[in-house]
């Protein structure tokens, strides 16, 4: 059976498993992303219709791609903006904190082996969900953290596992994660692209928690 978005009709079934990973009880195969063999995704995205995509935002994007590229199934993070509203918006406009833009990554990945709910777990563990525009040193808008979901089903699937996460006791504030539809993805300047790669030892602010 294909490993999608989850239909409806099972979307309760994967939120369940997540919450097991979250509360540490076991009963979950998934593994962090440190345990997966480092991956060497394109950063063109594959067109073809045996991939998915999935844009997270949640703080500096150089760390969270560097994550996101060990999990086995994802064939490309490609760093850059969404949620914006001027067109093709810099890294330095971003920067100004006024623009609409959050950093995000675009994963793109091979459903049949990793899903959906498995990709929202690494998301959810890799940063604090409860710091509005905040991760760690980095202040403003654009480091807000946010789901930008391509289908009912992924909005679906997030909505509940968000609500699982704010209600396991994990975190002693709620949880402001947006879940909004996604808009124009703006690719970011090369240099940003599999940054932590070019620059070992370089900055991050990102781990993955219990």
């Known amino acids: 059976m294909k490993r999608a978005l989850l239909p409806l009709g099972i979307a309760a079934v994967a939120v369940a498993g997540f919450f097991v990973a979250l509360s540490g009880s076991g009963g979950n195969d998934f593994q962090p992303p440190e345990q997966f063999p480092v ?44 949620g914006g509203t001027i067109p093709n918006p810099s890294y330095e406009q971003v920067c100004r904190g006024d623009t609409g833009y959050a950093e995000v990554v675009q994963v793109t990945f091979d459903p049949k082996v990793v899903s959906y709910p498995e990709l929202l777990e690494v998301f959810w563990r890799s940063h604090d969900p409860t710091t509005k525009n905040r991760q760690g ?12 979901v391509t289908s009912p089903e992924q909005r679906k699937v997030a909505e509940a596992v968000k609500a699982k ?14 879940i909004v ?3 124009p993805f703006t690719r970011a300047e090369e240099y940003h692209q599999k940054y932590l790669e070019k620059n070992p030892g370089g900055y991050t602010c990102h781990f993955m928690r219990d």
């Open 39 to 82: 991956l060497d995704p394109t950063d063109i995205p594959p067109t073809d219709d045996s991939t998915e995509t999935a844009t997270f935002g949640s703080g500096c994007f150089w760390c969270s791609e560097a994550l996101f590229q060990r999990v086995k199934g994802v064939k490309s993070v490609t760093s850059g903006f969404s």
């Open 137 to 148: 040193n980095d202040l403003g808008t654009q480091y807000r953290s946010a789901i930008f």
């Open 165 to 178: 996460v704010d209600k396991s006791g994990k975190w002693k504030k709620p949880v402001v994660t947006e």
């Open 181 to 183: 539809e996604a808009g």
